[in-house]
């Protein structure tokens, strides 16, 4: 199935680095979610984007709706060890109901 | 806890087995959805629920899939016959009305359940 080009893949960095992941797609996207994943747990939604061009934050998390729409980054500064797990970004577009397409994740590990 | 939950966590099948999954949503909640998630990948949508209603059933990927939601709030996800590329997990997600107006309808994603299909 059809699914948001997501990277990196996999991050490894150290206690206090930023760290940035995009997403990007070939179909426009009304609305750009990104989601946090712990093992064993379902995705939590950690920012949701309604505009293009939008720049919102959520604490140490930063986000922005690109211009074409079609796609998307997170930014995470100041990284601590609880912000290990899999990041998912999700488009909201072509339906009335909430119809969610994900991309393949970014693990991010965080050494202290 | 008032999230949504999930049973059974862990479910082993031999390949050719029927399995049965259940989703109970967040009490109130309108819409229901399944995605079945791969090792390794992103969750995928499978199906839509508005109440009892199934309104999109397009990511189920075979007729060996069924989902039902007979009351409007409980969901089971049954697979019959089940093979190993049917291995994965299975997450439910229910949010208080569907659809999109003007702000997302934030869906709340249960813990689901690992299928591992021998």
């Known amino acids: 199935g059809q699914q948001l080009n997501q990277s990196p893949q996999s991050m490894f960095i150290q206690e206090g680095e930023d760290v940035s992941m995009n997403c990007t797609s070939s179909?426009?996207?009304?609305?750009w979610l990104w989601y946090k994943q712990d093992p064993g747990e379902g995705p939590v939604l950690l920012i949701a984007?309604?505009?293009?061009?939008e720049l919102t934050s959520n604490g140490r998390l930063t986000a922005q709706f690109g211009i074409t729409r079609k796609d998307s980054f997170l930014n995470i500064s100041a990284s601590i060890p609880s912000d290990v797990g899999i990041y998912f970004c999700?488009?909201?577009?072509?339906?009335?109901?909430?119809?969610?397409?994900f991309g393949q994740g970014t693990i991010l590990t965080v050494h202290p | 806890g008032a999230g949504v939950s999930q049973s059974p966590r862990y479910k082993v099948a031999k390949r050719g087995q029927d399995v049965a999954l259940r989703c109970d949503p967040i009490?109130?909640?309108?819409?229901l959805f399944w995605y079945q998630q791969a090792l390794g990948q992103g969750p995928e949508f499978l199906t839509y629920?508005?109440?009892?209603?199934?309104?999109?059933k397009s990511g189920l990927p075979s007729d060996r899939f069924f989902a039902e939601r007979p009351e409007g709030s409980v969901s089971t996800l049954k697979i019959q016959r089940t093979q190993q590329e049917d291995s994965a997990v299975y997450l439910c997600?229910?949010?208080?009305?569907?659809?999109?107006?003007?702000?997302?309808?934030?869906?709340?994603f249960g813990p689901g359940t690992r299928l591992t299909v021998l």
């Open positions: 997600a229910s949010s208080l009305e569907g659809g999109w107006y003007g702000s997302y309808n934030e869906q709340f």
């Open positions: 179909s426009i996207f009304n609305t």
């Open positions: 984007l309604y505009k293009a061009g």
């Open positions: 999700a488009g909201l577009g072509g339906t009335s109901y909430g119809k969610l397409t």
């Open positions: 009490s109130g909640h309108v819409s």
């Open positions: 629920f508005q109440n009892e209603a199934q309104l999109d």
